[in-house]
């Protein structure tokens, strides 16, 4: 059941990924119950990926960079990627989760920190 919800909010989170004709840089990663340990703080920025918000597909004339964190069942949950400027960060995280951190800038990589 974690792990569904878990799954779902990654699946909005790209969602809800956007591009815009400002491009922006931004490091692309997350981390499931801490499984992914390079994408935790501190951000490891030499293995995780680096993607220009304009490859990714999905048009929006506004977007952000971010790094969203929730808890969940006592696991932390970590996903730095996209987002549309006009989403809220209460709505990115799932239902049943604590919005631990979410950080919403747009300069390119803002969201290693």
């Known amino acids: ?51 220009n918000c304009n490859d990714i597909g999905i048009s929006n004339t506004d977007h952000v960079c971010a790094k969203i964190v929730v808890k969940m069942n006592g696991n932390l949950s970590v996903v730095r990627s996209c987002f549309s400027a006009d989403v809220p960060c209460a709505d990115i995280a799932p239902s049943g989760s604590t919005l631990v951190e979410c950080k919403m800038c747009k300069t390119d990589f803002c969201n290693g920190q």
């Open 1 to 51: 059941m974690v792990h569904t919800r878990i799954f779902l909010f990654l699946a909005a989170s790209i969602a809800l990924v956007a591009t815009s004709v400002d491009s922006l840089e931004r490091y692309s990663c997350y981390s499931i119950s801490n499984t992914n340990k390079e994408c935790l703080d501190p951000l490891n920025k030499e293995k995780v990926p680096t993607v």
